[in-house]
């Protein structure tokens, strides 16, 4: 069973950065690479947002008000999918959950799963890690 465990959340200042880590087991390596693997973000009241994803073949997709300041990338020897996320702005505070798209196609792991309702492409979801950006 594919499991997927975030960390790397905190509390930083504006322009601050952060880089949050997401492990997923139950799966080998060459399973993992097959996925399409995101990042979605969601404060109380909000529809859950996607943030960033990554396809098999490393290719990327970005909302756009990260495009620039944040980074999908995985290491798919370890297993592990990470966001780099700098000059971080008050707005970017959220929950934020790594999630599996187990059988996408390039639709849905790229602007799909960046655009409204993205989310809804990904079967399987971390517990989350907060971040917090004072300002």
């Known amino acids: 069973q594919v499991q997927l465990v975030e960390s790397g959340g905190g509390s930083v200042q504006a322009g601050g950065s952060l880089r949050l880590s997401c492990t997923v087991s139950g799966v080998s390596s060459a399973t993992y690479s097959s996925y399409c693997m995101g990042w979605f973000r969601q404060v109380p009241g909000k529809e859950r947002e996607g943030v960033a994803s990554?396809?098999?073949?490393?290719?990327?997709s970005y909302a756009d008000s990260v495009k620039g300041r944040f980074t999908i990338s995985q290491d798919s020897t370890k297993n592990t999918l990470y966001l780099q996320m700098n000059t971080l702005h008050p707005d970017d505070a959220a929950m934020y959950y790594c999630?599996?798209?187990?059988?996408?196609?390039?639709?849905?792991?790229?602007?799909?799963?960046?655009?409204?309702?993205?989310?809804?492409?990904?079967?399987?979801w971390g517990q989350g890690t907060q971040v917090t950006v004072s300002s």
């Open positions: 999630a599996a798209n187990l059988s996408p196609s390039p639709w849905t792991c790229g602007l799909g799963a960046v655009g409204r309702g993205g989310y809804l492409h990904f079967e399987v």
């Open positions: 990554i396809a098999s073949d490393g290719s990327a």
